[in-house]
Nanobody, 121 residues
Framework: QVQLVESGGGSVQAGGSLRLSCAAS????????MAWYRQAPGNQRELVAE???????VYADSVKGRFTISRDTAKNTVFLQMNGLKPEDTAVYYC???????????????WGQGTQVTVSS
């Protein structure tokens, strides 16, 4: 099993910055893709950014140029640097990872508990 622990959420004024962190722990063979999703009240959960094991990244159009995803592979940790925050970025941000539990095993998805980000105008 994989446990994901997020940190770094909080409240900030528009134009400000926050940095989210998510550390994976538990019994697994390898961590594959790591990603951040977010869900605002009344909305579906949406992908914000993801980073593969070789460092390829994907961003939602709404955050391109403002957010940067990175990872420390040795520590199984993913970061999301959020700059130029807007009120519409307000949401619960969830860490997500895919991991294999053995060398020849299947890959499974795991979610963190979520961290609140609130941006005031």
């Amino acid at each position: 099993q994989v446990q994901l622990v997020e940190s770094g959420g909080g409240s900030v004024q528009a134009g400000g910055s926050l940095r989210l962190s998510c550390a994976a722990s538990g019994r697994f063979f390898s961590i594959r893709t790591m990603a951040w999703y977010r869900q605002a009240p009344g909305n579906q959960r949406e992908l914000v950014a993801e980073i593969t094991g070789i460092g390829s990244t994907v961003y939602a159009d709404s955050v391109k140029g403002r957010f940067t995803i990175s990872r420390d592979t040795a520590k199984n940790t993913v970061f999301l640097q959020m700059n130029g925050l807007k009120p519409e970025d307000t949401a619960v941000y969830y860490c997500y990872t895919t991991a294999s539990l053995s060398a020849l095993g299947s890959t499974y998805g795991y979610w963190g508990q979520g961290t609140q980000v609130t941006v005031s105008s």
